[in-house]
């Protein structure tokens, strides 16, 4: 049973922060003695022990650094494996098998046997020593095409229900074994404080109780029970308890930020889940991007050795997130020993790892990196591939489970996450008692989310930000739309579909699906927590003014302000990012099973509310922490207020989607230095045009009287900083008219005298040729290159020409891009 905590309890959390705030060490040193200590779960076996030290010591030093150090596909081959001894590999969230999103799962497999053969393959009289090939399973095995997929852990938070937790850790475990891969980095045991944080979906909930119930079962569904014989082998893999230490209390929700607490408040408020992780047995703890009052996780000595390692007795391995290392005061990628010396054992080096491994190298030899901390760091990735019986398990497609992709999106895998689907949906309003809908009815089902697999599934699905895919990559999935039409066929209703919400004959009830375009870190920090979506908002409005009574279903990462949608719709839903079975959906809108969904974040009260959060000094969210109503309960809500506390949130990543720019950006046409937002028709025109709905794009017309610009500019220069350091890009989806007659600049502006980009034109005569929609990326790091001061991007998108051109521009965002790239010197 899960267990809520008191009031007085949870309370007591913000008490505890703003006692120690104002006792935050100036250097972010921990004192060990303060945190509780804990004795190991997993006894050490001596004739591990004993093998660990005979491999040691026959091993070269070239052997000891390479099994430091991570590599990720997209950067690495086999060849490499074996010439640099890397101790593993991973993907990325956009490297996959042969650089392809929809990989087929056998390509996954084959790829895990070229690693592991290159590992092993014979080196002169040095042992062999098979790689380990880590991988974001965070909902699901969701890099795969065709594997289930999990709703997000801000929805199982809302289940409440640990042995659920434990099943889909056993489900995802198995269909990893299935593509041959064998660590897991989840799960995220972060307590989230500020929703504007873009990894929000990632947290179960905005306190530790959730996280530190589900800790235990979850690792152990997907590792195995200490002392069982499958523990780590057989249909379990390894499991990584992340991200240590504070990611989700990150100032104003900054992704890779800084943590500004005392040390009591970190942990207290922080660390509570990972002591149910070890004591579960968990076998890596991946160490945090974000810092504390100042000093970088990955840097910590006094955090990841004194606390993680001596009080705590862990004798796992450190693994580092993405080239974090290279964030530590005084290091870059290619070169930090001072990770090493504070604790971690592994570092991911993705792109880096060549560099580093040379540098590291000469620093072992040279002492710099005393060489008692690197065998402590092979001894424990030894003890961890030994205790996973990696030596003797052959190749991944000769070890268990492997190959049967049957396993993938089985049906018993799908059940138990439709199942999860049901369990995390929470019933905020239920206006004259709504639902449950009759299914033997004439419905309506509208909303751009209703048959969109891509924004059902979010972030970390078959790409890092989620986005590109299309309905051909889910074949094992259910959209909300197939879920709902198969539940009112079987009762002999009509359910029709259409985005727009338009019908012939008044339906009986209407289902609208809307809400959040997919993101994942980086991207998905947002200024406030205001949801805008006007077409949808219209839509709402227009059906309650024809008397249909409507259901709002909100597909989000996070709580968010949503006023004027509660007030226009009968009943609403938050469903959270629910995965590949839509179904689930649908049983509950319409009586199968009831709601059972509490909220594991408040609800805000105001598009500004961003950090409210249980036992808080002034706590008035809209919905409380635990709160969700069964069909039973009284749900009516009177009309709120619908003033946006904040202006209209700048969305980083979308600049013009739906026929607009997108949130706190505006469109500008003219001469250089003279853009204005109705210029006239002489030098450039810009109208709307129709695609796949009406006016959701423009067309745009240079007439070549004199230079013109296009520019979508911010209210307030944004960072993009971070995302340039990643390997987003500004993508554009355009169809060209006409050719250009003359060269067209794209660019980026940071300010009167700050810009930077690319000439286009033969990019954009290509386009026409085709007459077909088409995609252009450029990476974030050419702009920066080219000049581009990202800190302060005034203007993200600029096109600009004196010459004559025709285009119709459908979106522009910064993203994930899912096609061909313009190369960069």
Request: net charge neutral; charged share 20%.
């Amino acid at each position: 049973m899960f267990r809520l905590l008191s009031s007085a309890m949870l309370a007591s959390l913000p008490v505890v922060m703003a006692a120690t705030a104002s006792a935050q060490d100036d250097a972010a040193q921990a004192h060990p003695a303060m945190w509780p200590e804990r004795r190991p779960t997993v006894p050490l076996d001596p004739a591990v022990e004993l093998r660990v030290a005979d491999l040691l010591a026959k091993m070269s030093l070239e052997q000891k650094v390479g099994q430091i150090i991570q590599a990720d596909i997209a950067s690495v081959t086999p060849a490499d494996v074996h010439r640099y001894h890397l101790g593993s590999v991973l993907n990325g969230g956009n490297s996959d098998p042969g650089g392809r999103y929809n990989a087929p799962a056998r390509d996954w497999l084959a790829a895990a046997d070229a690693f592991y053969a290159a590992s092993m393959q014979p080196n002169g009289a040095l042992p062999r020593i098979p790689v380990i090939w880590g991988s974001d399973a965070v909902h699901g095995h969701n890099n795969v095409v065709g594997a289930t997929l999990f709703p997000h852990n801000i929805g199982l938070g809302a289940a409440r229900n640990p042995d659920l937790i434990r099943r889909i850790g056993e489900a995802t475990a198995i269909e990893m074994r299935v593509t041959g891969l064998d660590w897991t980095f989840a799960p995220t045991l972060a307590v989230v404080r500020d929703d504007r944080w873009g990894r929000t979906y990632e947290g179960f909930g905005e306190t530790p109780e959730i996280a530190t119930a589900y800790a235990a079962p979850l690792i152990e569904g997907l590792q195995g029970k200490i002392g069982d014989k499958d523990w780590l082998r057989g249909p379990h893999i390894i499991a990584t308890a992340k991200h240590f230490l504070g990611d989700g209390g990150t100032r104003n929700g900054k992704d890779q930020g800084d943590t500004e607490i005392g040390e009591a408040g970190l942990r207290d408020l922080f660390s509570p889940p990972y002591l149910p992780a070890l004591d579960a047995g968990v076998q890596s703890v991946m160490v945090s991007f974000s810092g504390w009052n100042g000093a970088k996780m990955h840097g910590n000595k006094s955090l990841l050795t004194g606390v993680v390692k001596q009080r705590w007795n862990f004798d796992g391995f450190l693994v580092g997130d993405w080239n974090g290392h290279g964030q530590v005061a005084g290091c870059t990628a290619t070169n930090c020993p001072q990770s090493a010396i504070a604790g971690l054992d592994m570092y991911m080096a993705p792109d880096s790892w060549k560099a580093l491994y040379e540098a590291t190298l000469g620093q072992a030899r040279d002492g710099t990196l005393p060489i008692d901390r690197l065998d402590d760091a092979v001894r424990r990735i030894l003890r961890v591939k030994i205790r996973a019986g990696l030596f003797e398990a052959g190749k991944p497609s000769s070890r268990p489970y492997a190959g049967r992709y049957e396993l993938l999106g089985s049906a018993e895998h799908r059940a138990l996450a439709r199942e999860a689907v049901r369990q995390s949906l929470v019933l905020l309003k239920n206006a004259n008692g709504l639902l449950p809908l009759r299914p033997g009815g004439r419905i309506l089902v509208a909303g751009d989310g209703a048959d969109n697999l891509t924004k059902q599934t979010g972030g970390w699905t078959l790409s890092w930000q989620g986005t590109g895919t299309q309905r051909s990559d889910f074949p094992n999935a259910q959209s909300i739309w197939e879920g709902i039409e198969a539940t009112v066929k079987a009762a002999g209703g009509t359910a029709t579909l259409s985005v727009e919400g338009r019908y012939s004959a008044k339906p009986d009830a209407a289902i609208v699906v809307f809400g959040e375009e997919p993101y994942a870190e980086f991207q998905g920090d947002r200024p406030d927590v205001g949801y805008d979506d006007a077409k949808t908002l219209a839509l709402l409005r227009t059906l309650k003014t024809a008397g249909v009574p409507t259901v709002a279903v909100f597909l989000s990462g996070r709580a968010m302000w949503v006023n004027p949608f509660l007030n226009a719709s009968d009943a609403f839903v938050a469903a959270w990012l629910p995965g590949s079975e839509g179904g689930g959906v649908a049983d509950v809108l319409f009586g199968k099973s009831d709601f059972s969904g509490k909220l594991g974040y408040s609800w805000p009260r105001s598009s500004d509310q961003t950090t409210v959060n249980i036992g808080d000094k002034h706590y008035d969210p809209l919905f409380p922490y635990g709160f969700g109503l069964k069909v039973a309960d009284r749900g009516d809500l009177a009309a709120l207020p619908e003033a946006r506390a904040t202006a209209a949130a700048a969305e980083t990543g979308i600049l013009f989607t739906a026929g607009k720019p997108g949130g706190g950006r505006r469109l500008l046409l003219g001469r250089p230095g003279e853009l204005a937002a109705n210029p006239g028709p002489e030098l450039i025109d810009a109208r709307p045009a129709d695609r796949s709905a009406q006016e959701d794009s423009l067309r745009i017309r240079w007439t070549g009287a004199g230079q013109a610009v296009a520019a979508i500019v911010q209210d307030a220069p944004v960072d993009l900083s971070r995302q340039a350091n990643g390997d987003l890009a500004l993508e554009l989806e355009l169809k060209v008219n006409a050719a250009p007659s003359a060269e067209v600049s794209l660019l980026m502006r940071c300010g009167a005298d700050c810009a930077g980009g690319f000439p286009v034109r033969g990019i954009l005569g290509d386009a026409a040729k085709t007459g077909k929609w088409t995609r252009v990326a450029v990476p974030l790091r050419c702009f920066e290159k080219a000049g581009v001061d990202m800190t302060r991007v005034e203007t993200p998108l600029s096109i600009a020409t004196a010459g004559s051109l025709d285009l119709t521009l459908s979106s522009a965002r910064i993203t994930s891009p899912s096609g061909p790239q313009l190369a960069c010197k």
